[in-house]
């Protein structure tokens, strides 16, 4: 939403000529370095009057087209000192307060191309977390906080991590799977390398947040247990490990109250069960009120002050709002700020190291790349092949698919594909979120330059008979399927669309030598897998997605990544979300705050609902395993061009660690992500194992290590709903350890005091 609303704010070279990083600095006992970021906080506040205080906590609304406005009327002047981008709160230049510059930034910085900027488009998040490595999420991200400080940004509204409950889900690409300790833990390394960078980092969408199409209006239903123990404690890993500057309240309700508002996940867990300081930023229109939002939790609302401009104001001058709990929401903006460095260090625009954002960005695709199926080891291809290779379908020809919606990373020199016009009936947001976008980099010229003697040849794949006639020609075919995702709305199914399932099939059924490569934000249904001889997961790649894809195809990379989420066979296999209740549509509604009094083509059906999710706590691999459901292809599941040994299982329970011995038993060197999991005692009453922990271990064909990894406490302990406390169960802990959730060779025992 904000990609598409604040990418079309008027940006103006020569403001922002005047104010690089908004009004110049002001002396003030505030302004000392030397003192912590609270009392640098304190010290602001103190210096604050009421309206200043006000400003500090909301946007300055939307302004739209040429003359800026939905409404016709020309925009303040001081929107003319905005950068362009997500969002924008003028500073005070009596106190030194820099403008805060805020931009949409999880997969790189958006709406760079229509600011006349260049942005890095990496990976989608998915990819990111499929690489299991912490050390790649912070240099991933703060690649990503450096453009935006190199663009005049200071707080970046990327840092999604909602657990992938539902596979159908939109924006599943931008998150970071459906483990807690997986995502929470990535979280963390992400949002630390925003913030090296002097750029206040966010996580979001804080939470429950499953589902795109009835994202405003859905009401979360699930026991606090299940809650705390799946999306809470992701959460709760990325911001004690993480710390990041703020944090994003999301669009549903949870347990009938506006996450926004929301008393229990605001105030009484973030704040202070988990003791954090930072600022809580509404979601672009989902602030409601003004008294209930500021009292239960909400610091700052965005992108407008609909109801923490004037009202918020005269709320506290009634005593409705305590003039403490408003100097409470402007020292954590200001705290934030100060931790960041953004009063010491102001953003000086400049050209973004290009070169730089491609070594990340190809490192980060390649090190995301799941290889799924390699029967009879077709994969890696010989560089020194001849003979014809038929590439098929895709766009490969053009370029390399992304995801749509607010982590859309305007694609340098333009799109590579030419967009299918609109389907009959669509809105404007369906047309902006749903457009697919293609980065220049072409598998094809990547493939051709790779297999110098061979002869490459591309077919578009729409005439599927024509298709299968060139792979029948061919020693190899190579299939590029895609899948287009985007906020904004989900997948009816999992099946890939455009009859690219008849596509893969039929060239299957002409050359058995065939290779499909998986280009999607999301799991994928295979029917056509037991036909095909090799099937790789690219995810959304990326600016150098083609040239990622064809280092892994001809083994100058060996793939390491592995599944941060089940693929399922079928839907009939996840776990049904219950409609408790749906009270009878209200028909076409403005969009709350978000577009009051906008035109129609901005209006939607609303429904409000009642949402219950049965799986509670058992999102993802674990309701396959407590069902006994197989799937497709289970969570941390990925192979290799070399093989691993798993021997040596100890247990030590005093030090909470799992120690053993992993060799490459392969002709190649590779790296193996190593997992370990637990199940609990018998007492806790669960049919299904816990990721505890794991290591990447890279080694040379031959080579043994000894692997140590450390468990995570709190995937040893159950939430205590009545206690409101984590406890460790009694009982006889069962530890294994392997390469998936479902391949550990591995297992032994330990007691816990």
């Given at each position: 939403?904000?990609?598409?609303?604040?990418?079309?704010?008027?940006?103006?070279?020569?403001?922002?000529?005047?104010?690089?990083?908004?009004?110049?600095?002001?002396?003030?006992?505030?302004?000392?370095?030397?003192?912590?970021?609270?009392?640098?906080?304190?010290?602001?506040?103190?210096?604050?009057?009421?309206?200043?205080?006000?400003?500090?906590?909301?946007?300055?609304?939307?302004?739209?087209?040429?003359?800026?406005?939905?409404?016709?009327?020309?925009?303040?002047?001081?929107?003319?000192?905005?950068?362009?981008?997500?969002?924008?709160?003028?500073?005070?230049?009596?106190?030194?307060?820099?403008?805060?510059?805020?931009?949409?930034?999880?997969?790189?910085?958006?709406?760079?191309?229509?600011?006349?900027?260049?942005?890095?488009?990496?990976?989608?998040?998915?990819?990111?977390?499929?690489?299991?490595?912490?050390?790649?999420?912070?240099?991933?991200?703060?690649?990503?906080?450096?453009?935006?400080?190199?663009?005049?940004?200071?707080?970046?509204?990327?840092?999604?991590?909602?657990?992938?409950?539902?596979?159908?889900?939109?924006?599943?690409?931008?998150?970071?799977?459906?483990?807690?300790?997986?995502?929470?833990?990535?979280?963390?390394?992400?949002?630390?390398?925003?913030?090296?960078?002097?750029?206040?980092?966010?996580?979001?969408?804080?939470?429950?947040?499953?589902?795109?199409?009835?994202?405003?209006?859905?009401?979360?239903?699930?026991?606090?247990?299940?809650?705390?123990?799946?999306?809470?404690?992701?959460?709760?890993?990325?911001?004690?490990?993480?710390?990041?500057?703020?944090?994003?309240?999301?669009?549903?309700?949870?347990?009938?109250?506006?996450?926004?508002?929301?008393?229990?996940?605001?105030?009484?867990?973030?704040?202070?069960?988990?003791?954090?300081?930072?600022?809580?930023?509404?979601d672009w229109g989902a602030t409601?009120?003004?008294?209930?939002?500021?009292?239960?939790?909400?610091?700052?609302?965005?992108?407008?002050?609909?109801?923490?401009?004037?009202?918020?104001?005269?709320?506290?001058?009634?005593?409705?709002?305590?003039?403490?709990?408003?100097?409470?929401?402007?020292?954590?903006?200001?705290?934030?700020?100060?931790?960041?460095?953004?009063?010491?260090?102001?953003?000086?625009?400049?050209?973004?190291?290009?070169?730089?954002?491609?070594?990340?960005?190809?490192?980060?695709?390649?090190?995301?790349?799941?290889?799924?199926?390699?029967?009879?080891a077709i994969l890696p291809l010989?560089?020194?092949?001849?003979?014809?290779?038929?590439?098929?379908?895709?766009?490969?020809?053009?370029?390399?698919?992304?995801?749509?919606?607010?982590?859309?990373?305007?694609?340098?020199?333009?799109?590579?594909?030419?967009?299918?016009?609109?389907?009959?009936?669509?809105?404007?947001?369906?047309?902006?979120?749903?457009?697919?976008?293609?980065?220049?980099?072409?598998?094809?010229?990547?493939?051709?330059?790779?297999?110098?003697?061979?002869?490459?040849?591309?077919?578009?794949?729409?005439?599927?008979?024509?298709?299968?006639?060139?792979?029948?020609?061919?020693?190899?075919?190579?299939?590029?399927?895609?899948?287009?995702?985007?906020?904004?709305?989900?997948?009816?199914?999992?099946?890939?669309?455009?009859?690219?399932?008849?596509?893969?099939?039929?060239?299957?059924?002409?050359?058995?030598?065939?290779?499909?490569?998986?280009?999607?934000?999301?799991?994928?249904?295979?029917?056509?897998?037991?036909?095909?001889?090799?099937?790789?997961?690219?995810?959304?790649?990326?600016?150098?997605?083609?040239?990622?894809?064809?280092?892994?195809?001809?083994?100058?990379?060996?793939?390491?990544?592995?599944?941060?989420?089940?693929?399922?066979?079928?839907?009939?296999?996840?776990?049904?979300?219950?409609?408790?209740?749906?009270?009878?549509?209200?028909?076409?509604?403005?969009?709350?705050?978000?577009?009051?009094?906008?035109?129609?083509?901005?209006?939607?059906?609303?429904?409000?609902?009642?949402?219950?999710?049965?799986?509670?706590?058992?999102?993802?691999?674990?309701?396959?395993?407590?069902?006994?459901?197989?799937?497709?292809?289970?969570?941390?599941?990925?192979?290799?061009?070399?093989?691993?040994?798993?021997?040596?299982?100890?247990?030590?329970?005093?030090?909470?660690?799992?120690?053993?011995?992993?060799?490459?038993?392969?002709?190649?060197?590779?790296?193996?992500?190593?997992?370990?999991?637990?199940?609990?005692?018998?007492?806790?009453?669960?049919?299904?194992?816990?990721?505890?922990?794991?290591?990447?271990?890279?080694?040379?064909?031959?080579?043994?290590?000894t692997v140590t990894v450390a468990?995570?406490?709190?995937?040893?302990?159950?939430?205590?709903?009545?206690?409101?406390?984590?406890?460790?169960?009694?009982?006889?802990?069962?530890?294994?350890?392997?390469?998936?959730?479902?391949?550990?060779?591995?297992?032994?025992?330990?007691?816990?005091?």
């Amino acid at each position: 939403m904000r990609w598409f609303c604040a990418g079309i704010l008027l940006f103006s070279s020569f403001a922002m000529a005047q104010f690089p990083g908004g009004p110049p600095p002001a002396k003030g006992p505030w302004s000392n370095p030397k003192l912590p970021p609270e009392e640098r906080a304190r010290l602001l506040v103190q210096a604050m009057t009421l309206d200043e205080k006000i400003q500090m906590v909301h946007g300055i609304g939307w302004f739209f087209g040429p003359d800026m406005s939905f409404t016709g009327q020309a925009p303040p002047p001081i929107v003319y000192r905005s950068n362009g981008g997500g969002g924008f709160i003028p500073g005070i230049p009596r106190l030194g307060v820099p403008d805060l510059q805020l931009n949409d930034a999880m997969v790189g910085s958006g709406g760079g191309a229509r600011m006349g900027r260049y942005s890095t488009a990496m990976p989608s998040a998915l990819a990111l977390a499929s690489s299991w490595d912490p050390d790649l999420a912070r240099e991933y991200a703060a690649l990503i906080g450096k453009e935006l400080r190199d663009q005049g940004f200071n707080i970046t509204l990327g840092g999604g991590m909602n657990l992938t409950r539902e596979p159908r889900n939109g924006r599943n690409f931008e998150y970071l799977g459906e483990d807690p300790l997986l995502a929470g833990r990535m979280a963390a390394h992400y949002v630390q390398g925003k913030q090296s960078q002097g750029i206040v980092g966010i996580l979001k969408h804080y939470a429950l947040n499953h589902q795109e199409s009835g994202r405003y209006f859905v009401n979360v239903r699930m026991p606090r247990k299940g809650a705390r123990e799946s999306e809470l404690l992701a959460f709760e890993i990325a911001v004690k490990e993480g710390q990041p500057g703020s944090v994003m309240c999301a669009y549903n309700l949870y347990e009938g109250d506006y996450a926004c508002e929301n008393a229990y996940l605001l105030n009484e867990v973030l704040k202070k069960e988990w003791g954090w300081q930072g600022f809580v930023m509404s979601d672009w229109g989902a602030t409601h009120s003004t008294v209930k939002a500021a009292v239960n939790g909400l610091d700052m609302e965005m992108p407008g002050d609909t109801f923490f401009g004037e009202a918020l104001k005269a709320a506290v001058e009634k005593g409705e709002v305590p003039a403490a709990r408003l100097d409470d929401m402007v020292q954590r903006i200001a705290w934030a700020l100060f931790r960041a460095g953004v009063f010491d260090r102001r953003p000086q625009r400049q050209v973004p190291d290009i070169f730089r954002g491609f070594e990340v960005a190809q490192k980060a695709a390649e090190a995301g790349i799941v290889l799924l199926k390699n029967d009879r080891a077709i994969l890696p291809l010989d560089p020194q092949m001849k003979g014809a290779i038929a590439v098929i379908g895709g766009h490969a020809d053009a370029g390399v698919l992304s995801g749509g919606g607010s982590a859309q990373v305007d694609p340098a020199g333009g799109n590579a594909v030419t967009p299918p016009p609109p389907k009959p009936g669509s809105t404007l947001l369906d047309m902006i979120f749903g457009t697919p976008v293609y980065h220049r980099s072409a598998p094809l010229k990547a493939i051709q330059a790779m297999a110098a003697n061979a002869k490459v040849s591309f077919h578009d794949g729409k005439d599927i008979a024509g298709a299968a006639s060139l792979a029948k020609s061919a020693a190899l075919a190579i299939v590029f399927a895609v899948q287009h995702t985007s906020e904004g709305k989900d997948l009816a199914s999992l099946a890939l669309p455009d009859r690219q399932e008849d596509l893969i099939a039929a060239v299957a059924a002409a050359n058995p030598r065939t290779v499909v490569v998986l280009e999607s934000g999301t799991a994928v249904k295979m029917p056509w897998l037991g036909r095909v001889a090799a099937v790789v997961e690219a995810w959304y790649p990326g600016i150098r997605g083609g040239e990622a894809i064809a280092n892994v195809l001809f083994g100058r990379v060996n793939p390491s990544g592995k599944l941060a989420i089940t693929f399922p066979k079928s839907e009939d296999d996840l776990a049904q979300p219950r409609l408790v209740e749906q009270p009878p549509a209200r028909g076409p509604q403005d969009m709350g705050p978000m577009f009051p009094g906008g035109p129609a083509m901005l209006r939607v059906n609303t429904r409000q609902f009642d949402l219950e999710y049965p799986e509670g706590a058992r999102a993802g691999y674990k309701w396959f395993q407590s069902m006994k459901r197989e799937p497709l292809f289970p969570f941390g599941y990925g192979l290799s061009y070399t093989s691993f040994a798993y021997s040596d299982l100890r247990v030590d329970a005093a030090r909470r660690e799992v120690t053993f011995t992993l060799r490459n038993t392969g002709q190649r060197e590779g790296a193996e992500v190593a997992q370990v999991y637990v199940q609990l005692p018998a007492s806790a009453g669960e049919e299904f194992r816990r990721l505890a922990g794991w290591q990447k271990v890279t080694l040379k064909p031959g080579e043994s290590r000894t692997v140590t990894v450390a468990l995570h406490p709190l995937t040893l302990a159950v939430f205590d709903e009545k206690a409101n406390r984590w406890d460790t169960p009694r009982g006889t802990f069962r530890v294994f350890a392997g390469g998936s959730s479902a391949d550990t060779p591995l297992s032994g025992e330990m007691t816990l005091p």
